[in-house]
């Protein structure tokens, strides 16, 4: 108690000390009330001057205010100038009580403090206050990289002053734009009656235009500049801070160039929202005589400038995509699509993207790919579609297509289905042209015959899509040299042709072994046990093949094969196969279907008959396996040809007779020799008959060796 009596008694005559003048350097201090936390005096005029270096500011954080109350602070007080002398600009006067920490910031590189008293202290506890200070690099300046990151001010607690100013310019070369993306933004919320008392202001220059004020809790967004150059403010006054901003530039392209054939492109930030004040260019070069394929999975900008009423394409947009070729602009979209697709008339489009400042949304993203203007079909047969994207056909087509086959062949086309925008009026905007007929909306099943070629028209608008159109060729009366392919009946499997036959010829420079695969077979039943509408496969050397077939439980081989199948399979050995579909009249079935192969006769080919094998089954194989030209007994050749049997056992035959004749010889001149051997001496005779008996018999088996033999021969 004593020391708190004798504290009490002191302090009067500490506080009323001279502390005006006091001159510091920033780096990081403290200042504070005399006396605190004991309760200052009265009569006090206090000032301190902190100073930091040249391009420095100094930060002044208050942790604890508590003086006397006063209206106007006319009381007690401790006030913040921004400059080294009483004569410099107020930054903010604080009495009453504040624990709050906050912070003020110098414009230049000194601030100065002062802290007045009156000449009585009417409440009691009061301590005064402490402030801690620092000095950090001047806040804004200038940058010339071509991306980086800008942060607001930041005090000991990581909160931004108040009193700050700084701005911020930002210039990159000429031909970029500069793409600003706010990462955090926690500023002062706004205001009623002030609106943004803090606030990060974005321009293209000091005196251009306005990107707009930001303040309070944003999400994150993201702004782009029309040109090169770029200017940040960022502004707080002496009331209530916050942890403030991040923000991070990069360039970007006005004009973006693509002449790959197939490539995406997309909405600056995609992913994220596109940003405000975007002004972006997309041009997609192909080779000529190619036409681009643009088909959007994503479309969602910000529609009409009223939000509630709907658009069209076009009208009213407050963000708008506008797409352009070589005949001008196309169509301008906006608001929220489902996905579509869009076919330029020639090889190259250009697409402009534009935004405002008021709403962000997703953007666009879109793939292209290359296809070609006049579409030509030179194969025996084919499918036809219009480019098409999620099962909707693009919109502004123009295509042509055109079927060519040698020798007049004939040509069956198959509109399979069709369903495109209705008629209008009578009138018909999305359409497919074939001759002189044109045709729109719904429509059945079409078949057409043409000779030789034949070409044929899609056209679309830019509104109403569909499923567009699935046609496919068939042409009859060809030779087929592949190894390997689909055959069909014409339009299988939707539509059938009455009173056709369609001959197709399978043929190879040698003899090959043709696997044919009858995938689907489904043809009108016999009538009178005769086949009206058939297949038949036919070697032109042998004649009609026969096919293993099941009927009444008897097993038949038939060369014309009728009604409906299981799946089954014919192996053929020829140099030529021809296979012959014959549809009568009244045929309402779907036809057949069957890929062949084609491959060499395997080199161990045993000697062959004509067979046939298990039908009928799941997937029944007739095995038709020949050796043209061919002949029902083995062993026997026709012309040209030679019986595999008969290959096969030369060899070995004119091996035997060689042996043969060889072991004759020998046995000749052992003959001789044992008759010789007479004339010599006793003694050798035995020895000599042996030895040369034993050479006999090791080259003649059959050569008889026994010792009565021997012993005839020796007397």
Not at 27 to 49: A, D, F
Request: glycine share 6%; hydrophobic share 35%.
């Amino acid at each position: 108690m004593l020391f708190f009596f004798l504290l009490a008694s002191v302090s009067p005559l500490l506080v009323k000390a001279d502390c005006h003048g006091n001159q510091l350097m920033a780096g990081n201090g403290m200042i504070q009330s005399e006396g605190y936390p004991v309760n200052y005096g009265n009569n006090l005029n206090c000032s301190w001057t902190i100073r930091a270096s040249a391009m420095e500011q100094v930060i002044l954080t208050f942790s604890d205010v508590m003086l006397e109350d006063c209206e106007f602070c006319n009381c007690d007080y401790v006030q913040v100038l921004d400059g080294p002398d009483p004569s410099s600009p107020v930054i903010g006067t604080y009495c009453g009580e504040n624990r709050r920490p906050f912070s003020v910031m110098s414009s230049g590189e000194a601030l100065t403090v002062v802290f007045v008293t009156d000449a009585s202290n009417e409440e009691g506890g009061l301590t005064g206050f402490r402030a801690n200070y620092t000095s950090i690099s001047k806040c804004g300046g200038n940058y010339a990289t071509m991306n980086g990151t800008i942060t607001s001010p930041a005090d000991v607690n990581n909160m931004y002053p108040n009193n700050a100013d700084c701005v911020y310019q930002i210039t990159v070369p000429a031909m970029y734009t500069i793409f600003l993306k706010v990462d955090r933004l926690i500023l002062q919320d706004k205001s009623m009656e002030t609106g943004c008392s803090d606030f990060l202001e974005v321009k293209e220059t000091a005196m251009g235009t306005d990107l707009g004020k930001y303040c309070g809790e944003m999400d994150r967004f993201s702004v782009m500049t029309s040109q090169n150059t770029m200017w940040l403010r960022f502004s707080s006054d002496n009331t209530t801070t916050s942890q403030g901003f991040t923000v991070l530039w990069d360039v970007i392209e006005n004009t973006r160039y693509y002449t790959n054939p197939t490539g995406m492109v997309s909405s600056p930030s995609f992913g994220g929202m596109y940003p405000f004040n975007a002004n972006i260019t997309y041009t997609i070069t192909l080779p000529a005589f190619k036409q681009v394929f643009l088909k959007f999975s994503v479309f969602d900008l910000e529609p009409a400038v009223v939000q509630d009423v709907a658009s069209m394409p076009g009208q009213n947009c407050a963000d708008l995509l506008e797409i352009y070729d070589s005949s001008g602009r196309l169509e301008s979209y906006c608001g929220l699509r489902n996905p579509f697709s869009i076919l330029s008339m020639n090889n190259s489009i250009t697409l402009m993207f534009k935004s405002n400042l008021a709403i962000n949304r997703r953007g666009f993203v879109a793939e292209y790919e290359t296809i070609e203007r006049n579409t030509v079909f030179t194969d025996y047969n084919g499918l036809i579609t219009p480019p098409q994207y999620q099962g909707m056909y693009a919109h502004n087509l123009d295509s042509n297509y055109t079927i060519t086959r040698p020798q007049n062949e004939p040509i069956l086309l198959s509109i399979l289905s069709f369903e495109v925008q209705e008629p209008i009026n009578g009138t018909c905007l999305d359409y497919l042209q074939i001759g002189t007929e044109t045709i729109c909306g719904e429509q059945n099943p079409k078949t057409y015959i043409f000779y030789g070629s034949t070409s044929f028209r899609f056209k679309s608008d830019f509104f109403l899509s569909g499923a567009g159109f699935q046609a496919q060729y068939d042409v009859c009366n060809t030779t087929i040299m592949e190894d390997s392919g689909v055959l069909r009946s014409p339009g299988y499997p939707a539509v059938t042709y009455d009173n056709i036959t369609c001959i197709y010829s399978l043929r190879q420079s040698q003899h090959r072994m043709f696997d044919i695969d009858f995938t689907k077979f489904d043809l009108p039943s016999k009538v009178n046990g005769m086949c009206d509408s058939y297949v038949k496969i036919t070697d032109p050397h042998r004649g009609d093949i026969e096919v293993a077939t099941m009927e009444g439980g008897q097993m038949m081989k038939e060369t014309m094969l009728c009604g409906n199948r299981a799946p089954f399979n014919v192996t053929v050995q020829a140099r030529e196969i021809r296979i012959t579909y014959v549809s009568a009249s009244g045929n309402n079935t779907m036809g057949f279907n069957l890929n062949f192969n084609i491959t060499d006769i395997p080199t161990t080919t045993t000697p062959t008959t004509t067979t046939t094998t298990g039908i009928m089954t799941n997937r029944p194989t007739t095995s038709t396996t020949q050796a043209p030209p061919t002949s029902s007994t083995p062993g026997v050749g026709g012309p040209g040809t030679k019986d595999n049997t008969t290959s096969a056992s030369l060899p070995i035959i004119i091996a035997i007779i060689v042996v043969s004749v060889l072991l004759f010889t020998v046995a000749v001149i052992c003959i001789v020799k044992s008759k010789s051997s007479k004339n010599d001496s006793e003694n050798l005779k035995i020895l000599s008959v042996r030895r040369t008996r034993q050479s006999c018999a090791v080259l003649n088996p059959s050569y008889e060796s026994n010792e009565e033999l021997n012993r005839g021969e020796l007397k």
